[in-house]
Antibody
Framework: QVQLQESGPGLVKPSETLSLTCTVS????????WSWIRQPAGKGLEWIGR???????NYNPSLKSRVTMSVDTSKNQFSLNLRSVTAADTAVYYC?????????????WGQGTLVTVSS | DIQMTQSPSSLSASVGDRVTIPCRAS??????LNWYQQKPGKAPKLLIY???SLQSGVPSRFSGSGSGTEFTLTISSLQPEDFATYYC?????????FGQGTKVEIK
């Protein structure tokens, strides 16, 4: 059974960089897309972007100037860096696996981690 | 970006009811449409992919239909564990976008 687990600081100061890692267990990280999605309290889901195991990325244009994603296949991990954060970046951050076979879907999700931006 | 619209944002229903949840895309997305269920404090769970394919392990009372710009998630007989928020998501192009969600509440 594939499992994903987010890890990283729960509190980040304004203007600093939010850094999260997602560790994949129970399956290989290769040949899938790996996505980050966030959800502010009481609101809907926002797709941040995705990375393929080759390192190819797609980012949401609304965040593209501040986002970097990376993947470490040797550790079965992928990561998110979001620079210059503000209070508007406070949210639960989820990592998810993207399975693409003709269509694409997010079939496995991490439990989510709350990141608060505050001084 | 493709806009996904879900209306209503909430609906009330009783156990045993047939429930339909609509989703509209701002442009044609063929059948590149997924549905997720989210319960409070939990991650979303994939229910339906490619508009009408049931994800493994999901009860058969859930079904999806539609293509182009109009889609529907149907719960044939609502169960107590189905009270949750349901999101549609397009996988036609990036950035992926989600609907605002429809919360199914107990009548």
């Amino acid at each position: 059974q594939v499992q994903l687990q987010e890890s990283g600081p729960g509190l980040v100061k304004p203007s600093e960089t939010l850094s999260l890692t997602c560790t994949v267990s129970g399956g290989s990280i290769t040949s899938y897309y790996w996505s980050w999605i966030r959800q502010p309290a009481g609101k809907g889901l926002e797709w941040i972007g995705r990375i393929y195991t080759t390192g190819s990325t797609n980012y949401n244009p609304s965040l593209k100037s501040r986002v970097t994603m990376s993947v470490d296949t040797s550790k079965n991990q992928f990561s998110l860096n979001l620079r210059s954060v503000t209070a508007a970046d406070t949210a639960v951050y989820y990592c998810a696996r993207g399975f693409c076979g003709g269509d694409c879907r997010l079939d496995y999700w991490g439990q989510g981690t709350l990141v608060t931006v505050s001084s | 970006d493709i806009q996904m619209t879900q209306s209503p944002s909430s609906l009330s229903a009783s156990v045993g009811d047939r429930v339909t949840i609509p989703c509209r895309a701002s442009q044609s997305i063929s059948s590149y449409l997924n549905w997720y269920q989210q319960k409070p404090g939990k991650a979303p769970k994939l229910l339906i992919y490619a508009a009408s394919s049931l994800q493994s392990g999901v009860p058969s009372r859930f079904s999806g239909s539609g293509s182009g710009t109009e889609f529907t998630l149907t719960i044939s007989s609502l169960q107590p564990e189905d009270f949750a928020t349901y999101y549609c998501q397009q996988s036609y192009s990036t950035p992926r976008t989600f609907g605002q969600g429809t919360k199914v509440e107990i009548k």
